[in-house]
């Protein structure tokens, strides 16, 4: 019996330690995944930037209206970054979103030297965007300009006539939400968007014509809707200087007084928990230290992000996903 105490004695002491080591072990990881994540909040402090170094900003794929990146942005301003290098590689997107990052790019550039470096592509909005620099710029096959407002919709009239589908309304007045679709587009409704486009086209040349000391001349040479190459951008006063990364610490250190020899590190505007390998890592060996594996191994596979919201779903789900691999 004596034996059979002393044995008990010994596991229930294992199991004690073990369960000591598991709690220290979650208490590090989450400790250690909020400061991570604290780090790499856009615009904290800390966050991939210093006062030695030069915040690289990436401004890819379609712009829209945006204020998570308007709030980093604003974060940069007061940042102890040397100065910034604006990435483009952008087709544009809303007009709106393009003057909203159009002015906070202005607005930094205030505080802090700023240029713009094109990599493949900034055109219509990226312009915009692009144009907010005092200096600009881009490999010789990059494409910049479209300087030009489109307004598109589709019209389904035809094909509703022919399978004989027609669309009722009662509408407070004959432009209310014209165009619809449904019906050909009146000439009244035509001409109100003609002189939407008109506007916003005329807003789009005088900045390009402000920010670019072009005169009339010059700028009727680029204001067609046509994209340009690096090449021929440079003769037209659409960008500054033919380069890379490179080119544009030079144009910092020779221009604005920026220190040599510093670092150009990524500023990111929108990361994402799911973006961070080590915050997964982390997660996962919590989990794994609390005992519950099968939530770490799906967060091994998937990601915290996606592992959050899918545990806050309940019911039947009828739910896609990619098989996990071997």
Not at 94 to 99: C, D, F, K, L, Q
Not at 114 to 131: D, F, H, K, N, R
Not at 184 to 198: C, Q
Not at 234 to 251: M, N, P, Y
């Amino acid at each position: 019996m004596s034996l059979d105490s002393d044995i008990i004695v010994d596991r229930r002491r294992i199991r004690r330690k073990l369960t000591f080591w598991r709690v220290m072990a979650a208490l590090i990881a989450i400790a250690a995944i909020a400061g991570f994540a604290l780090i790499a909040t856009p615009g904290a402090p800390g966050t991939f930037v210093s006062a030695g170094s030069i915040a690289r900003v990436q401004i890819d794929g379609l712009i829209r209206s945006d204020s998570d990146r308007t709030r980093a942005l604003e974060l940069l301003e007061d940042s102890q970054a040397a100065a910034v290098i604006v990435h483009i590689n952008s087709p544009g997107g809303t007009t709106a979103g393009s003057e909203q990052l159009y002015d906070s790019l202005t607005r930094l550039k205030a505080k802090k030297p700023l240029v713009v470096v094109v990599e493949g592509l900034a055109a219509s909005g990226g312009y915009i965007t692009a144009i907010a620099s005092d200096h600009i710029i881009a490999q010789q096959s990059s494409l910049v300009g479209s300087i030009g407002v489109l307004f598109q919709f589709p019209n389904f009239a035809e094909l509703l006539k022919t399978v004989g589908v027609k669309v009722e309304e009662v509408k407070s007045t004959p432009l209310k939400a014209a165009p619809n679709g449904f019906e050909p587009t009146s000439p009244e409704a035509r001409a109100a968007l003609d002189a939407l486009v008109k506007d916003s086209y005329a807003w789009f040349k005088d900045l390009v014509k402000q920010r670019r000391g072009m005169d009339d001349t010059q700028l009727e040479k680029v204001v067609d809707g046509r994209v340009f190459t690096g090449r021929q951008a440079i003769d037209l006063k659409l960008i500054d200087q033919l380069g890379d990364e490179k080119t544009a610490v030079t144009w910092l250190e020779e221009q604005k007084g920026v220190k040599k020899g510093l670092n150009v590190r990524d500023y990111k505007l929108e990361p994402r928990f799911s973006d961070l390998p080590f915050l997964k890592t982390a997660a996962s060996v919590t989990l794994e230290a609390l005992g519950l594996g099968s939530i770490a191994h799906q967060i091994a596979q998937t990601g915290v992000v996606q592992a959050v919201d899918r545990a806050g779903m309940d019911g039947m789900l009828a739910l896609w996903q990619p098989a996990a691999s071997n």
